[in-house]
């Protein structure tokens, strides 16, 4: 007997829910390890990398500047922020192009086979918004209840992801001023000291490094990543008004044509601004 093929289907490929393997972002690595990678060629390459080493200026930079972060924003705020970078470094979303073509497939479906065909959707799905918004739809809410469910969601979600950025912010403008407070206690120590040569060394060291931590730290790793959160944020934005639009235009049974122009739209009003 010859044995059958079964062909996943072409709307099975092409799913608004489909599953993306996270992938590295290659950008941020690739900067952050470089960057650091070329301080510490600076470094090494005068001969004596390890007077660049001082586990008080570090503790000072950066202790100082997660504390001084916690007095403006709350504990939940710093390990949302933390996260946040975290997840930076993998990229799994659609692109708002994609969502489109996903979006305009799902509709083509709806007007075959009808609305109960985005319950499969929802359920495979692991885009929370998107879950949220097929499952509204599929219980036959009004496209106004719709809208202002997806309408707060999306403010929320927006909300904490800048705030995310925020944080980077802050913690950049704090490092080098906790740097500048580790340069004056060195030198404060210094100072005091002067009558024992032996003291003066360890005391400049810490004036002078602390100093290089806060500019590092400020300038390798904070404003870098707070520049990244926000870049991931106005993308996760975009995808969202496409998605609360499209599944909008669905609940009311447009046209798929009429809805792919509409949606492509907010790409091309991005691009113009």
Do not use: H
């Amino acid at each position: 007997m010859r044995e059958r093929l079964y062909l996943k289907p072409e709307w099975a490929r092409g799913s608004v829910a489909r599953e993306e393997r996270p992938q590295v972002n290659r950008s941020l690595v690739i900067g952050l390890v470089g960057s650091v990678l070329l301080v510490v060629f600076g470094a090494v390459i005068g001969g004596r990398p390890l007077t660049f080493l001082s586990l008080e200026g570090m503790l000072l930079v950066l202790g100082g500047t997660a504390c001084s972060t916690l007095v403006q924003f709350s504990a939940r705020d710093l390990r949302s922020a933390m996260k946040a970078a975290r997840g930076a470094l993998f990229q799994r979303q659609e692109s708002p192009v994609d969502r489109i073509q996903a979006l305009v497939r799902l509709s083509r479906r709806v007007k075959e086979s009808g609305v109960l065909v985005l319950e499969d959707e929802a359920s495979a799905t692991t885009d929370s918004f998107l879950r949220l918004g097929l499952q509204l739809t599929v219980d036959g809410q009004n496209p106004e209840e719709i809208s202002r469910i997806l309408q707060t969601e999306m403010r929320s979600a927006n909300e904490q992801a800048w705030r995310s950025v925020q944080v980077f912010e802050t913690m950049g403008n704090f490092a080098p001023a906790m740097g500048l407070i580790g340069t004056l206690i060195g030198l404060i120590q210094m100072l005091g000291s002067l009558q024992d040569a032996a003291t003066i060394g360890p005391a400049m060291s810490l004036a002078l490094v602390a100093t290089l931590y806060g500019s590092v730290a400020a300038n390798l790793f904070f404003f870098p990543i707070a520049g990244k959160l926000r870049v991931i944020a106005q993308e996760r934005e975009q995808t969202k008004d496409i998605t609360a639009e499209g599944l909008l235009s669905i609940a009311r049974l447009e046209s798929p044509i009429m809805l792919e122009q509409r949606l492509q739209s907010f790409i091309s009003c991005a691009s113009n601004q």
